[in-house]
């Protein structure tokens, strides 16, 4: 073994290309002691990153980024890059307010060449890379990198039809483990895991090109024949390939925790300058026995012991949880209710639903365009289909929302899950967004419950007594409401102190204005309060008892341009609107509140302040 090497002294990624292959070994070992050490007190994606350590190292010794451009996919698989990309300092700081993101993020360093948060996005945005790259004569590389996952999604297929006939420098770098947030599944996971069997193609090329390579002037000649004559070898061994059907060259499969065999399909793939797929087997979690052990678990984890890989906090129940328990008994009563996830069963708390009724469960893959015409189709026939998505996922379903289940009137729930902020993984997953957009869809209900009670009731309303398009929008976490000071409703809550100051909101956010009024109180100052459930639409009710007060002050932790507040301020001329103007970072949620000035505190201060004037 060489000279010990310090991950922090070291200048990177330029010093990767001078260590031999054993330096290479001790520097992905280093590497996951920092991945664990850091995401063991800040939380965070740690199963995919562990097992993209040696790919990361290969990639950056045989390419040159920032020259050549690396597109994760996702992102979350990025922090060796980071890591690599001069940022292994302040990589403690990770997902913390202030500190190194947990997504690429082009602003926090010239080796991100793009933003990533949201899956199967990496070949249309590494294509478009490319062709600029190539229309500016540079002949430098894009390499996209994605996990098996993102094959489950359609804009995935929508890229490699373009990229595939496209006259770039274009690698994609295919990283198979099997895994996504939840299993794959699908006909894409199918296929791919036949891929993986297929081990012998690479041994066999590698050893008949050695092969005659020592053989005396024949050899070469042959090499290079065989080669021109579309990889005989391959065709022997793999036949053929979707990729190849696409028009990709393809390298693969190869060992992902195998630095020599990453180096070597690299610079193959590389060598070709046109679109080439090189398919990478690894082992998520790969390196700490409980995250290989249990790779779905510590995908997204929070702080943990690093000896025991016990999390710090165990929660029991949840939002998430309480629905998943909900929508259960109800499917349990009722034949026609159908679940659906885009690969976020346990995220989404649906593992409940499918394991007692799995033949009513659905699993789509990440594919969320697909997961809401597929409840369209569900209920035209007179099902109930209940969609479990997060927030910043179901944005990319807006048109199937609009144009397969709303103009056709027929009755699905979607149940918005991380509505709201999400603290730590940024603005790429923030759910400030669905409420302007869904806002915009006729006939549409939205419930934004405060509490595990007021989940279930507006749960089952939207089921059972509704029509049309529902969607029931909850945070994340635990309930942290005060029993005692919430009665559950599906529809409002006044609360009449004899004040002339009405405070609304809804939601997580009605805890902070009970705060706020008992602080206000402390000052002498009363105020009565509107806490809103069925948020939209907005009642005549609702606007008749916001134009009795002589002042309105509203609260959401949504985007202001098309939030609620806003739409009552047509209605309303003495209202003021706090809401959020913008993406919102990375940092913990109630910092993040306190900033945009939806804490008790600020609450309480905004009002006063108001009331002094």
């Given at each position: ?101 947990g997504f690429p993020r082009p602003d926090e360093s010239e080796h991100d060449a793009f933003i990533s948060g949201h899956s199967s996005t990496s070949i249309s945005a590494a294509l478009g890379i490319a062709t600029a790259m190539k229309l500016n004569h540079n ?110 060259e393809f390298v693969g499969p190869i060992d992902g925790h195998n630095i020599e065999e990453l180096e070597q399909g690299l610079s193959t793939a590389k060598s070709y300058n046109r679109p080439t797929i090189v398919l990478v087997n690894t082992v998520k979690g ?39 328990k909900k929508l259960l008994d109800l499917g349990c009563a009722n034949k026609r209710i159908c679940a659906v996830t885009a690969a976020m069963k346990y995220g989404t708390g649906l593992q409940y639903f499918a394991k007692a009724l799995p033949h009513r469960f ?252």
């Amino acid at each position: 073994m060489d000279k010990k090497l310090d991950l922090f002294k070291m200048n990177l990624p330029e010093d990767l290309k001078a260590l031999s292959e054993d330096e290479c070994i001790q520097l992905a070992g280093e590497i996951r002691k920092l991945l664990i050490s850091t995401v063991s007190k800040n939380g965070g994606h740690l199963a995919s990153n562990l097992g993209t350590v040696e790919l990361t190292i290969a990639i950056h010794r045989i390419f040159e980024s920032p020259k050549d451009k690396i597109v994760w996919d996702v992102g979350h698989q990025a922090y060796s890059h980071k890591i690599l990309t001069g940022r292994a300092k302040d990589f403690s700081s990770l997902r913390t307010e202030g500190g190194i993101s947990g997504f690429p993020r082009p602003d926090e360093s010239e080796h991100d060449a793009f933003i990533s948060g949201h899956s199967s996005t990496s070949i249309s945005a590494a294509l478009g890379i490319a062709t600029a790259m190539k229309l500016n004569h540079n002949s430098h590389h894009t390499v996209a990198v994605l996990g098996d996952g993102a094959f489950t999604g359609g804009e995935i297929y929508e890229g490699m039809n373009n990229a595939g006939k496209s006259d770039t420098r274009l690698v994609i770098v295919l990283n198979y483990n099997e895994m996504s947030i939840s299993k794959n599944v699908g006909a894409a996971a199918k296929y791919l895991s036949t891929m993986r069997t297929k081990e012998g193609y690479m041994k066999t090329k590698t050893a008949v090109e050695r092969v005659l390579d020592k053989t005396p002037l024949v050899g070469k000649p042959i090499k290079e024949v065989v080669r021109s004559s579309k990889n005989v070898v391959k065709d022997m061994v793999l036949h053929s390939t979707m990729f190849e059907d696409f028009g990709f060259e393809f390298v693969g499969p190869i060992d992902g925790h195998n630095i020599e065999e990453l180096e070597q399909g690299l610079s193959t793939a590389k060598s070709y300058n046109r679109p080439t797929i090189v398919l990478v087997n690894t082992v998520k979690g790969h390196g700490y026995p409980p995250a290989e052990a249990n790779s779905g678990e510590y995908h997204s984890i929070g702080s943990f012991e690093i000896k025991t890989g016990n999390p710090d906090v165990v929660t029991t129940d949840s939002f998430s949880t309480v629905f998943g328990k909900k929508l259960l008994d109800l499917g349990c009563a009722n034949k026609r209710i159908c679940a659906v996830t885009a690969a976020m069963k346990y995220g989404t708390g649906l593992q409940y639903f499918a394991k007692a009724l799995p033949h009513r469960f659905f699993d789509v893959g990440i594919a969320e365009e697909h997961a809401v015409t597929f409840c369209a189709g569900l209920a035209s026939m007179g099902m109930i289909p209940v969609f479990a998505v997060y927030s910043t996922f179901l944005q990319r379903g807006y048109d199937q929302l609009l144009h397969d289940l709303a103009i056709m009137g027929i009755h699905a729930v979607i149940g918005v899950d991380r509505a709201g902020i999400v603290g730590e993984d940024g603005e790429t997953h923030q759910g400030i967004f669905d409420i302007p957009f869904l806002t915009t869809i006729p006939n549409v209900k939205i419930y934004s419950p405060s509490s595990y009670a007021e989940l279930e009731l507006c749960l089952q309303k939207a089921i059972e007594k509704d029509d049309g398009l529902c969607v029931v929008r909850y945070p994340r976490g635990a309930d942290k409401s005060d029993s005692s000071c919430i009665k559950p409703t599906t529809s409002f809550e006044h609360t009449i102190n004899g004040s002339k100051v009405l405070v609304v909101t809804y939601g997580r956010l009605n805890n902070n204005l009970t705060e706020a009024a008992k602080l206000l109180a402390q000052k002498g100052v009363v105020i009565d309060t509107l806490k809103l459930v069925r948020i939209f639409p907005i009642t005549d009710k609702i606007i008749e008892i916001m134009r009795s007060y002589d002042k309105v002050y509203f609260f959401e932790e949504c985007y202001k341009y098309g939030s609620i507040g806003e739409k009552a301020a047509a209605n309303i001329p003495n209202i003021e609107c706090t809401a959020l103007d913008g993406f919102v970072k990375h940092g913990s949620v109630s910092s993040l509140l306190d900033e945009l000035g939806l804490s008790a505190r600020k609450m309480a201060d905004k009002i006063l302040n108001g009331i002094e004037k």
